[in-house]
């Protein structure tokens, strides 16, 4: 049984729907990647999995339960937790904060999920009394993903996470992401860097005009003289 299941799921913003029918499984333990062409609708669909797009048509059920269109707020407590590609972290705010922003929906402890965060990314205990604007980008990147472990998720969507930075944090974020994901989270996320992110994930969904096309294991789309051509700069 998938963990999350989008099914055939059609909206958007206004009179024209962006999702046309979309359709994906993230299982348990994957890792699974959104890649496709701009504007293709990968970011609304991460959003309207979380409740921020509202949906006209079709299913998105999380551990077999009916999650469509639902509350953000809800969702969290159900184990959800969604990680925007801009404005992700507090800049004014510290890097604990920010970390502790994550945990507002918690009536229990929260404590060990910091110290979970702290471990798993060393350098924001380092920086913990740190404005986190004052971070590089792929620090700030690693309080948002922090931040969003706060709720101990099962599922975490991540929109672009490696969108802007250099070639060093890119390849730190994937690392980041794999830490995650071996920590028995799932991982829905969106990549440009489509390359890089199929070589560590466990499958890949094309995404064209909000619709799913292709899907294959992460390494075997990577190697796939097609979709290199269309979709991966040859
Ligand atoms: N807040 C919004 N209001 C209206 N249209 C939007 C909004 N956000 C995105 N769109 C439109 O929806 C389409 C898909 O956008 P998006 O999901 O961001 O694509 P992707 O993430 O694949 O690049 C685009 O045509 C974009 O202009
Ligand atoms: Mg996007």
Redesign the pocket.
């Known amino acids: 049984m998938a963990l999350l299941s989008v099914e055939k799921v059609r909206g ?3 009179e024209a729907d ?1 999702l046309n029918g979309a359709s994906l499984t993230v299982g348990q333990d994957e890792v699974v990647v959104i890649i ?1 062409p ?7 669909l991460m959003k309207s999995v979380f409740g921020l797009v509202r949906l006209r048509e079709g299913r998105v059920l999380l551990a077999n339960q009916d999650i469509t269109n639902a509350k953000p707020e809800s969702l969290v407590t159900r184990g959800l937790s969604y990680v925007p590609q801009e404005k992700n972290v507090f800049p004014s705010l510290t890097v604990e904060e920010n970390l502790e922003m994550g945990a507002f929906v918690r009536r229990d402890n929260w404590r060990p999920a910091l110290e979970r965060v702290y471990t798993l990314f060393p350098p924001l205990a380092e920086k913990r009394r740190a404005a986190a604007g004052s971070l590089s980008g792929g620090q700030r990147q690693m309080v948002a993903m922090g931040r969003s472990m706060m709720v101990d998720p099962k599922l975490m969507l991540l929109d672009e996470p490696t969108a802007g930075l250099s070639p060093k944090y890119i390849d730190l974020i994937f690392e980041c992401v794999q830490a995650i994901h071996d920590q028995g989270i799932a991982v829905l996320m ?1 990549e440009q860097n489509a390359k890089q992110a199929l070589s560590i994930c466990t499958r890949g969904v094309v995404l064209v005009a909000g619709e799913d096309r292709f899907t294959d294991a992460g390494p075997a789309m990577r190697d796939n003289p097609d979709i290199a051509r269309m979709f991966l700069g040859g």
Request: charged fraction near 10%; proline fraction near 0%.
């Open positions: 958007g913003y206004g962006i496709g701009n504007g293709a609708g990968k970011s609304t969106v």
